[in-house]
């Protein structure tokens, strides 16, 4: 009997219990007046929320009075919302489906915060979940998407969690539960159509797949709980994997191309990694075809691969995630001493201290990235920026002049690393490569008075990356 079942699965999967306070969504369509029916009849406590998307004209307003007067005959709290979709729609450049979903649900996460509801129950049933898995095989999916619909799901930080009691149930047993207790509901002329992919699928493919195989439905739970276990051991190994590969940094991600060629399916892999920030597959694949061990030439370097808000670029056998606002490109001016650190956002900062030359030991800075500066070399205003193609200094212990970009070229400073890198310019001329070189025309001499001491405190998530 579904009650029966109703209750066994709701306690199984923790749904929510009887002194949990539910919101249910309720169109007023068969599925949905059911579950409203079994939560009234199980004795749960429950509010109905019903959202008119003025899609329907008269039907739309007809629908959500039909849902009130329900919510009425049991007792229960009603709540009714209304939005214009088309124009909400046309204004985001969505679909009406998209537009429709996303103004639901964070409006179910409004009414769940502020009336304290633990979960949002939607009438989701078995049949949706194998339409939702075509569906997706029909669009390109991982095994994520042929488990189909979840049980239950936090959607997001700014959405409600979200629970489907009826997931277990196929329609044909929900609307024998509604003709045995002459349950009343809203027929949705649009779900005869087959003008949408879902309902095409529900009215022409599921119908064949059952002549094939007439206990489709009763074998689909047993298949989706192959699937998620497949999903769970293969997210272990992609997770031990990752370790292995890869090391976040300050403002993305570095990955070990060597590692990763070792690994079976490496492409899959990357995908998997790096999908969430918006690589497409086509551009993963051309990415691996670049770079893989296996044909690419050794020296190469420099090649990125784009997504909307990050790119990935390929250096030294390495490949970089970033965001393309990783980099800060304005400068910091300073008129005058600095009493306090001055501040690059994500790459560090500068402590700087002036010193008169009778108060220094003589003791040179080795290995830290601490510069000594004669003052007078030093007139304020100081600029300190990123360096830029074409800047040129002559590094201390040199005659002539070079190029920075060939300067951290040959001191083997990763690609991605080089955009990280400041210069301090006084009176037009670059005094000092930060955290690298000091200038030849700003050294000490016999004849300095006051010394400029300068200690560059790098991030130290960027200093492990560095030297990984």
């Known amino acids: 009997m579904l009650p029966d079942r109703f209750l066994a699965f709701i306690n199984e999967h923790r749904l929510f219990n009887r002194s949990d306070r539910v919101l249910v969504a309720v169109s007023g369509g068969l599925d949905s007046m059911v579950l409203a029916h079994l939560l009234q009849q199980g004795g749960f406590s429950f509010g109905v929320a019903h959202v008119n998307f003025g899609l329907r004209k008269a039907d739309s307003d007809t629908d959500a009075a039909f849902v009130e007067n329900m919510a009425r005959t049991y007792g229960v709290p009603f709540h009714l919302t209304r939005f214009d979709t088309l124009a909400e729609s046309a204004q985001r450049g969505e679909s009406t489906q998209v537009t429709a979903r996303q103004l639901r649900y964070a409006w179910f996460r409004t009414l769940q915060l502020q009336h304290g509801y633990v979960a949002v129950a ?3 049933h078995l049949n949706d979940v194998l339409e939702t898995m075509l569906l997706n095989l029909t669009r390109g999916t991982g095994l994520a998407g042929l488990r189909g619909m979840p049980i239950q799901a936090d959607l997001s930080p700014t959405a409600p969690r979200l629970v489907r009691p009826l997931w277990f149930a196929p329609r044909k047993a929900i609307d024998t539960y509604a003709q045995q207790h002459k349950i009343a509901w809203r027929e949705d002329s649009s779900n005869a159509s087959t003008t949408y992919s879902r309902n095409k699928i529900r009215h022409r493919v599921i119908p064949v797949l059952e002549q094939i195989n007439p206990g489709l439905l009763q074998a689909l739970p047993r298949s989706l709980t192959q699937l998620r276990a497949a999903e769970t051991v293969l997210q272990e190994a992609l ?4 370790n292995q590969c890869a090391q976040p940094t300050t403002d993305g991600l570095v990955i070990d191309v060597a590692a990763l060629a070792r690994l079976s399916e490496p492409l899959f892999r990357l995908g998997d990694w790096l999908r969430p ?24 370097n420099g090649q990125v691969f784009m997504a909307p808000g990050h790119r990935l670029l390929h250096d030294r056998g390495q490949l970089w995630l970033q965001p393309l606002s990783s980099t800060s490109s304005v400068p910091i001016l300073i008129q005058d001493w600095p009493t306090t650190p001055i501040e690059f956002g994500i790459d560090g900062q500068l402590i700087v201290e002036r010193i008169a030359r009778t108060d220094w030991d003589e003791q040179w800075p080795i290995g830290q990235p601490i510069a000594l500066f004669d003052a007078d070399t030093l007139p304020f205003p100081w600029r300190l920026r990123t360096w830029q193609k074409g800047d040129r200094f002559t590094p201390l212990g040199m005659n002539g002049s070079q190029l920075i970009s060939d300067f951290l070229a040959d001191r083997k400073i990763p690609l991605p690393e080089r955009e990280h890198v400041w210069v301090l310019e006084s009176d037009s001329q670059i005094r000092w490569v930060v955290g690298y070189r000091t200038a030849q025309n700003a050294r000490l001499t016999a004849n300095t008075r006051w010394i400029v001491r300068v200690q560059w405190q790098i991030n130290q998530h960027r200093l492990k990356t560095i030297n990984k």
């Open 122 to 124: 939607t009438a989701h």
């Open 239 to 242: 997770t031990a994997s990752f």
């Open 277 to 300: 920030y918006g690589f497409t597959t086509d551009v993963l694949a051309q990415c691996w075809q670049a770079i893989d061990p296996a044909r690419y030439v050794p020296d190469q």
